[in-house]
């Protein structure tokens, strides 16, 4: 059974940093994307970063380039947040496909359907900004 679990989130000041982590457990990453999707209170869930292992490069949501920083190693996927904003502040959920794809289309997997079939959701680990 797939399991995931996020981990590392807080509440910071404006301009600080977090780093959430997502462990994946009886998951086989391979070929899969993986990413971070955030919901603010009384908005829709959005898509923050997406990677797949086979790919070179990740993919960011415009508003978090430049600040954020998605990487994996295996089963684990990490964002590493930085100059952080108080409208950074949501719950923010680990994703993961349930099969693969080919090609594996980071961008419109982050700006697809949230309720589509193919993703696998963890709880969520709450970020907190304040001016």
């Known amino acids: 059974q797939v399991r995931l679990v996020e981990s590392g989130g807080g509440s910071v000041q404006a301009g600080g940093s977090l780093r959430l982590s997502c462990a994946a457990s009886?998951?086989?990453?391979?070929?899969?994307?993986m990413g971070w999707f955030r919901q603010a209170p009384g908005k829709e869930r959005e898509g923050v970063a997406s990677?797949?292992?086979?790919?070179?490069s990740p993919y960011y949501a415009d508003s978090v380039k430049g600040r954020f920083t998605i990487s994996q190693d295996k089963n684990m996927v990490y964002l590493e947040m930085n100059s952080l904003k108080p409208e950074d502040t949501a719950m923010y959920y680990c994703?993961?496909?349930?099969?693969?794809?080919?090609?594996?289309?980071?961008?419109?997997?982050?700006?697809?359907?949230?309720?589509?079939?193919?993703?696998?959701w963890g709880q969520g680990t709450q970020v907190t900004v304040s001016s």
């Open positions: 009886g998951y086989i990453y391979s070929g899969k994307r």
């Open positions: 990677i797949c292992n086979v790919l070179g």
């Open positions: 994703a993961a496909d349930k099969w693969a794809t080919w090609p594996p289309n980071l961008e419109a997997w982050l700006r697809g359907p949230i309720g589509d079939d193919n993703k696998y």
